[in-house]
């Protein structure tokens, strides 16, 4: 079945600046891969996605990267602000139907 | 105007007891998903229904059964609750046919077993 490993588990930045979280998956046939923030005692809020027919995708000071050679994709967040601290997991899947999630990334944004 | 809702937020209860969590969504869409989070946060699809149909059985105790009256609405009931089965449970739901793949979340229930 689908496996999908994320890093860093824990990410500390200085406001202001970059933070990039990746993540692998096993299954080729993936096709859809979302990135969700969740907060503490909050519900995972997606927060942007992407799928294997394009390469790169942005929303304001966050983009998604997808390399489906290489089957890995990642978060990048510019100009982090404190608000941004959250926990962020990335997940893949076939159709959108059945998530396989990573096991999460802690991004703490020190202002 | 929630989209996703559950009832209850918090349920606390000893072990041996039978409980059930309820999750209804107002926007439409096809499918509804159980999925468990652990005390590391790690989260895990349990189930998943389209239309009323069981589309998806992860490898679940046969405690747990989930109930789909109608496409707007999945309960998970759970039968003799063990230590192990603390956790928060999130409900999720999306619109498959439409070919949208975005899943969305209830708040959540945290189940606390005594």
């Known amino acids: 079945g689908e496996n999908v490993e994320q890093h860093p588990s824990t990410l500390s930045v200085q406001e202001g600046d970059s933070a990039v979280i990746k993540c692998t998956y096993s299954?080729?046939?993936?096709?859809?891969f979302p990135w969700y923030k969740q907060e503490l005692g909050k519900r995972p809020q997606l927060i942007i996605d992407?799928?294997?027919?394009?390469g790169e995708k942005k929303d304001q000071r966050i983009a998604v990267t997808l390399n489906k050679t290489a089957k890995h994709f990642s978060l990048h967040i510019t100009e982090t602000q404190p608000e941004d601290s959250a926990v962020y997991f990335c997940a893949a899947s076939i159709r959108g139907n059945k998530l396989v999630f990573g096991a999460g990334t802690i991004l703490r944004v020190k202002s | 105007d929630t989209a996703v809702s559950q009832t209850p937020k918090y349920l606390v209860t000893q072990m041996g007891n039978d409980k059930s969590i309820k999750c209804e969504q107002n926007l439409g869409h096809d499918t509804m998903y159980w999925y468990k989070q652990d005390s590391k946060k790690f989260l895990k699809i349990m189930f998943s229904y389209n239309n009323k149909e069981l589309i998806i059985n992860e490898t679940v105790p046969n405690r747990f059964s989930p109930k789909s009256p109608d496409k707007a609405h999945l309960n998970l009931h759970i039968n003799s609750l063990e230590l192990g089965d603390s956790a928060v449970y999130f409900c999720?739901?999306?619109?498959?046919?439409?070919?949208?793949?975005?899943?969305?979340f209830g708040p959540g229930t945290r189940l606390t077993v005594t």
């Open positions: 999720a739901s999306s619109h498959v046919v439409a070919g949208s793949y975005e899943q969305y």
């Open positions: 299954d080729s046939a993936s096709n859809y």
């Open positions: 992407i799928r294997s027919n394009v």
